[in-house]
């Protein structure tokens, strides 16, 4: 009854999740299926649920709203019959043979299956190891097949085979077949290897006949609906090729499709072509090329000749023996040694060399061992005392090739008359340099006789255009009074403001009313203080009526100005208009108290609002958190942008929810969200407020014709019950959400005290973390890395081990978590890189190797704007070269800070540091994230090392993981390697190194040391 319910159940879903016809419209049409669920992997029920590659292929096929799909469920001899007799359109996919031709229409082929003969693993080994099983030699033993389908027929039409058992169901028969009952399965390939994966059957069972009896399977069409044949073709053509087609496929047949591998196939073939002629021409190009190469290269070797010889450059060519291969004539004619004397011997054998060219025989010493120079400048004595002679050198090397030696080159510019040229440009600009001084002088006092004739009449017109400038020039207006005469003053611009112009006749009468009544008050009194002389400047912000009858805010600033008895005698400032200003301060007050995106008031909203409403007496109230559930998910794939959507959505849903309550709505920001439910009595209607709210957020949100389906998971809180402060009333309502997020999602909690344990846990270990972090209490172990190719260790990875006094030993899984959120990561992780850094270079200062040590970074160190700084501080005092370090980052880290992360990573390599993507195929990143990053490693997680195949899997993620890494010039690593097993897996799928329990487990330093020391070399290339 529980599995007909279920059926029930999807029929009506599939039902109601496609359009209905509309009455009245030609254009929807109303497709009937009608089939068994005992065929798998084609259709069956899983868990109560259709499912199967026929069931998914054929909504692929039928998603166009023209069409709408009826489902039903039944026997497959009354679901075919039902066929035949035009009771149902379709029954989906079966074999196709000549009597279903006569009373059906078939579309075209979507695969071809074959029939194989199985046989229990341990009997036919014990039996028929050397027997030959064919359809012939059936009759010999005892036989079983699935009954009413095709391969019921061909074991009696192609096999000819009368006796045998027929079964239900196919798995009826396999479990025959394991019990005994009968020796050998006569069944579609397809549907047994299915079955054999899924019931873990490989070992039991083998399949002992392949590929018998090709047929084509097609969808079965009601010959009165021809014209869906038309239609599934199309729809069959689209879907080929395609990667949903593809992937439905692989999941169900664990292969690709005929299709895609003869198209794969072709692609081969095609490429192989190409390349050959591509080589052939190349080859053919190559060959004209060299022999073209050959003659240049005998001409320029003549013409360099020619130009060393006769140019004043000296050029002396040694090998790395110190043998002499070329001495040129301008070197031969200053040292007085003649190049046949040189070649073959060792420039310092040459007694003349070392008695007068030392800095010479240096430079050469200095070219052997990789030390280069550029432009260094020497001067040289030719022989019998010559006059000396400067050059400027450089040293260089010239690489051998097809096993030929190295050259070294010390190359020397004879720049003498160059330094004789500089000399006397020398002096002529000293000697130009101070007769320009001299000219300078003279200039500088006719300058100040100027100046001063200038400085008079300059004098007397500022204070005449002062005034002037700072009436017209002002933005402002400019305003006076004459406290004594009684007389006022208002500059032009003054009236602009007020919105008159020039024709405009205006009274003082007018002038009198044009403050707002509710300023006037306030700004005669700030006029009276500045008389009283309580201040001699003032400031004030009024409205004022412009010619319009509109008020506008302007801003008065004034001075008084005092006479010989300390009287105020008259008073001047200026007038500006702040209108906007005033306007744009109030959209940033509401702004500050609420959120931009959803216009929903905002956390200091809610903080004022719950002191005022507590601060009465007798106050009751509930507190609602609420949050989205799997938001951020939903923002990663679909985008900020629909994140947004839903989020504005979601605000209108929850106050359309609260509508009729005595309730507020928030947003906290994110996906967080308040609801301040005032003035309850009970706590029932606090509950069915609860209970609204998660049916309401039942209906999915249309976003671009999209049905997406949101929960909510809500904490909720009393006042005063469950605290007396806004804060505490919120952070209980807040661990009462996450309460209820870890209860499954989409529910409601009441806070409860117990909550607060985890909590309460959570801030003790954060207090005993930081008296780690004070008291020195970590510890690093190192795990060795090795090479699959050599077995030995090329590396290691850095551990870090705390080892509280209170707590004991604690895992890293405990308290990294808790130090990332208290910002202590920090200083841990400076003090892990330098540790690492200084144990790779111990390593190096005792002879023992260069090792790369590998450290483990997190977000928040990498967020740090001091990060690149602190790693290459920790490198600068440790000595360490940048490319022993290897910084490790997980998959998750840099997705989700990715345009901030980048950046920085790209230094640190460009600066020689190694960077890992450690867990990698744990997230979400997708293959062009992967190649924006700057990593030079992949760590394959051990997650995947653990799900080891029975045998050589080409499909196994770790090989697909290598492969990725191959294409992208990445090492890759396979950590969790604790099984000569998985070292095999590992090794099959060409990893390059390995690190688990199964070579060592972490170490303290001097057990590292000693473990290197012992120079151990591990047999992980001969396992395979």
Not at 49 to 64: H, I, K
Not at 136 to 158: I, P
Request: net charge negative; proline share 3%.
């Amino acid at each position: 009854m529980k599995r007909i319910a279920w059926m029930l159940v999807f029929a009506v879903i599939i039902t109601f999740s496609l359009p209905l016809p509309v009455n009245g419209s030609s254009s929807r049409y109303n497709v009937s299926y009608s089939s068994e669920l005992n065929y798998p992997p084609f259709k069956f029920n899983q868990h109560g649920y259709p499912s199967g590659f026929d069931l998914e292929l054929t909504r692929l096929l039928f998603e166009d709203e023209r069409y709408s799909l009826y489902y039903t469920f039944t026997p497959w001899d009354s679901a075919y019959n039902k066929l035949v007799n035009g009771e149902v359109d379709t029954v989906g996919l079966l074999a196709i043979n000549r009597e279903r031709k006569r009373e059906i229409l078939f579309s075209r082929p979507v695969m071809r299956t074959y029939t194989g003969i199985y046989a229990k693993r341990s009997l036919y080994q014990g039996e028929s190891e050397n027997e030959s099983v064919t359809p012939k030699t059936l009759s010999n033993y005892k036989v079983g097949v699935a009954a009413g389908h095709y391969t019921e027929l061909q074991l009696k039409e192609e096999a000819g085979l009368s006796e045998y058992r027929s079964f239900p169901t196919v798995e009826e028969g396999i479990k025959a077949l394991r019990a005994g009952s009968i020796d050998f399965l006569f069944e579609n390939q397809h549907v047994m290897n299915y079955l054999i994966v899924k019931e873990g059957l490989t070992g039991e069972i083998r399949q002992v006949a392949y590929d018998l009896y090709p047929v084509d399977i097609a969808y079965g069409i009601s010959k009165g609906k021809p014209e869906l044949v038309d239609y599934i073709n199309h729809r069959i053509g689209d879907l080929r090729g395609k990667a949903s087609y593809e992937t439905l496929y692989q999941r169900y047949f664990f292969t690709h499709s005929e299709f895609y591998a003869e198209r794969i196939r072709n692609n081969y073939i095609a490429f192989a072509t190409i390349a050959v002629l591509l080589f052939t021409v190349g080859c053919i190009l190559l060959k004209l090329y060299i022999n073209r190469l050959r003659r240049t290269i005998r001409g320029e070797r003549e013409f360099s000749r020619d130009v060393l010889d006769h140019a004043n450059l000296f050029v002396w060519a040694v090998q790395e023996d110190k043998m002499t291969v070329r001495l040129n004539a301008y070197a031969e004619q200053l040292t007085g040694i003649r190049e046949q004397d040189a070649i073959g011997v060792k420039y310092d054998e040459l007694h003349e060399v070392r008695a007068r060219f030392g800095e010479l025989v240096a430079l050469l010493d200095e070219a052997l061992t990789m030390k280069f120079v550029e432009n260094r400048e020497m001067t040289l004595i030719g022989q019998n005392g010559a006059f000396p002679r400067a050059f400027l050198f450089r040293t260089s090397v010239i690489r051998g090739l097809g096993g030929d030696a190295d050259v070294f080159i010390v190359a020397g510019m004879d720049i003498q008359e160059r330094k004789i040229f500089e000399y006397k440009l020398q002096n002529s600009y000293e000697e130009l340099e101070a007769i320009y001084e001299q000219l300078a002088a003279s200039q500088e006092e006719l300058r100040y006789s100027y100046d001063q004739l200038l400085e008079n009449q300059r004098m007397l017109r500022r204070n005449e255009e002062r005034y002037r400038l700072v009436t017209e020039a002002s933005n402002g207006g400019i305003w006076e009074i004459d406290l004594v005469r009684k007389r006022r003053y208002y500059s032009p611009r003054w009236f602009e403001l007020l919105g008159y112009t020039y024709e405009d006749e205006v009274t003082s009468e007018m002038l009198e009313d044009i403050v707002h009544p509710d300023d006037i008050r306030n700004y005669e009194l700030e006029i009276t203080k500045a008389k009283e002389n309580d201040r001699s400047l003032f400031e004030y912000e009024y409205r004022l009526r412009m010619k319009n009858g509109e008020y506008r805010w302007f801003l008065a600033r004034g001075k008084v100005v005092y006479n010989e008895a300390g009287e105020p005698c008259r008073m001047t400032g200026s007038l500006s208009d702040i209108h906007e200003l005033k306007q744009s301060q109030e959209r940033l007050q509401h702004l500050a108290y609420h959120d931009e995106l959803s216009d929903l008031p905002n956390r200091l909203y809610l903080l004022e609002e719950l002191e005022s409403f507590f601060a009465g007496p007798q106050r009751k109230a509930a507190l609602f958190f609420v949050d989205t559930d799997n938001f951020k998910y939903i923002n990663d794939t679909l985008g900020h942008k629909f994140g947004d959507r839903l989020l504005k959505e979601a605000s209108s849903r929850l106050t359309s929810l609260i509508a009729e309550e005595e309730a507020m709505l928030f947003r906290l920001g994110g996906d967080e969200f308040v609801i301040l439910h005032k003035n309850i009595e009970t706590t029932g209607r606090t509950i069915l407020l609860a209970e609204r709210l998660l049916e309401g957020f039942k209906t999915p949100f249309h976003i671009d014709g999209s049905d997406l389906y949101v929960s909510i998971s809500i904490g909720i809180s009393f006042y005063p019950q469950h605290g007396n402060t806004p804060e505490e009333i919120l952070k209980n309502a807040d661990v009462a959400m996450y309460a209820a997020k870890e209860a499954g999602k989409g529910k409601y909690m009441i806070f409860d005290p117990a909550f607060l344990q985890a909590f309460n846990d959570r801030v003790l270990l954060e207090k005993h973390l930081r008296q780690g972090v004070s008291n020195g209490e970590f510890l690093l172990y190192y795990q060795p890395q090795v090479s699959l190719k050599t077995g030995i260790i090329v590396g290691f990875e850095a551990l870090i081990r705390w080892n509280s006094p209170e707590l004991g030993f604690v895992s890293p899984l405990a308290f990294i978590k808790v130090a990332e959120d208290s910002r202590l990561i920090v200083p841990i992780g400076e003090w892990v890189i330098l540790q690492a850094c200084r144990f790779a270079k111990r390593l190096q200062n005792e002879g023992l190797g260069h090792y790369k040590i590998a450290v483990n970074i997190s977000v928040v160190q990498l967020q740090k704007e001091d990060f690149v700084d602190k790693v290459m501080e920790a490198l600068s005092t440790t000595g360490l070269a940048p490319q022993y370090l290897e910084l490790e980052i997980t998959e998750s880290t840099i997705i989700e800070s990715f345009d901030r992360l980048i950046p920085n990573l790209t230094y640190l390599r460009a600066q020689g540091i190694q960077i890992a993507l450690d867990d990698f195929g744990t997230g979400y990143s997708s293959l062009g994230y992967l190649k924006q990053m700057p990593i030079t490693t992949l760590k394959i997680d051990k997650s995947f090392i653990e799900q080891v195949p029975a045998k050589d899997d080409k499909r196994s993620l770790a090989r697909a993981i290598v492969l990725i890494g191959r294409k992208m010039g990445l090492q890759v690593i396979a950590e969790g390697v604790e099984t000569e097993q998985q070292i095999r897996h590992v090794q099959r799928s060409k990893c390059d190194m390995i690190q688990g329990y199964f070579i060592s487990q972490p170490l303290p330093e001097e057990e590292a040391l000693a473990l290197v020391r012992s120079h151990p070399a591990y047999d992980v290339g001969g396992i395979v």
